[in-house]
């Protein structure tokens, strides 16, 4: 009878291994990170592969963190909805796409504020950290918060001056950008990512706003040559986590996350996101016919004028705006306090 139910046993196992299903008490619990970004992308080796391999060292082997990168569970306009859904335990993606549900988070994207995306991803998740903005975080685990973002415009022709800009139409993703490059005299038009290196062969724009990374990445330096730095904002990207995802691991997973998330993994992702920008920007600038230009000193002066409305418009259209953005302030003049 004994040698009949191992045998049976033994049989039961082999139906669940073959359907999928894990047939040892110690095989690690697999959580999926959605990731729109290529697998060589910053944010996967500088960001998600060495934190996975923290949390999964931390927890003994309890969690195996896979990284699918490149859209294959979600793009930069899903990925949100992916992570509520549970299709992923953990992703990243970017404010720009969800203004609407993080609008007091958009404090980031406003002009003359911070300066690096290190400062505006800390300011960021001291806010959430603090209650400011903690309410926007309510269906998610927030893991880390960066503030990349736009560096700059890069145009098709040259531009020296901010009048030059008047009438041209450029691509821009995200409500604050696009408000800014209507405020400018210019005409946005929306875009994304994969879509820009097309666009601008086609002629449908004369120059985008964007990171350096980005012109790097989608090698767009061959058609926009010509770079003119602009105070846009670092409205930046983030890691979340499912909230239900992590109450089901074991606590010793559940610490491991905790361990590895929030303030000290966004610092990391900070300066991660500003050390790639530079480098990125030296490689482009590296190639043949490519120009940097900054804004005439007086042209800056006149352009934070032109600007103020957007933060005016911010504040009165946000809930807690004039708390929000104050409370933003202060966390980057904290920063920059010896």
């Keep these: ?46 960001g998600i592969n060495p934190w996975a391999k923290q949390i999964e060292g ?7 963190i896979r990284n699918y990168a490149g859209g294959s569970i979600a793009n930069y306009r899903t990925v949100y909805d992916r992570i509520l859904n549970g299709v992923a335990e953990f992703g990243f993606g970017t404010f720009g796409a969800l203004e609407d549900q993080f609008p007091r988070t958009t404090v980031a994207g406003l002009p003359f504020l911070a300066d690096t995306s290190a400062e505006a991803g800390l300011a960021l998740w001291r806010l959430y950290a603090s209650g400011v903005t903690a309410e926007e975080y309510a269906n998610v685990k927030p893991i880390a918060m ?39 005299g210019a005409v946005p038009i ?53 909230k239900q995802a992590f109450a089901k691991l074991p606590e010793k997973a559940q610490q491991a996350v905790d361990r590895y998330s929030g303030e000290g993994f966004t610092k990391i992702m900070g300066k991660a996101a500003d050390d790639q920008d530079d480098a990125d920007r030296v490689k482009v600038l590296a190639e043949p016919g490519q120009t940097s230009r900054a804004l005439p000193a007086a042209d800056l002066e006149r352009l934070k004028q032109i600007l103020a409305p957007l933060t005016e418009e911010w504040v009165a259209a946000t809930p807690d705006g004039a708390k929000v953005l104050a409370a933003y302030r202060a966390e980057v003049v904290r920063m920059r306090t010896p």
Aim: proline share 4%.
């Design 58 to 64: 931390a927890s003994g082997g309890l969690v195996e």
């Design 1 to 46: 009878m004994h040698a009949r139910l191992l045998v049976v046993a033994a049989a039961t196992a082999a139906v669940l291994a073959s359907a999928g299903a894990p047939c040892h008490a110690d095989e690690p619990i697999l959580l999926k990170f959605a990731n729109p970004a290529t697998p060589t992308d910053w944010v996967s080796t500088k």
């Design 146 to 184: 960066f503030g990349f973002g736009v560096s700059g415009l890069h145009m098709t022709k040259p531009v020296t001056k901010l009048d030059e800009l008047k009438g041209m139409k450029i691509f821009a993703n995200g409500r604050s950008v696009g408000r800014m490059v209507t405020l400018i």
């Design 190 to 242: 929306t875009s994304n990512s994969a879509e820009l290196y097309q666009g601008l062969s086609r002629g449908l724009a004369e120059g985008m706003s964007f990171t350096w990374s980005g012109i790097e990445a989608f090698k767009l330096g061959e058609l926009a040559k010509h770079h003119l730095d602009f105070p846009f904002g670092k409205i930046g990207g983030y890691f979340f986590m499912n």
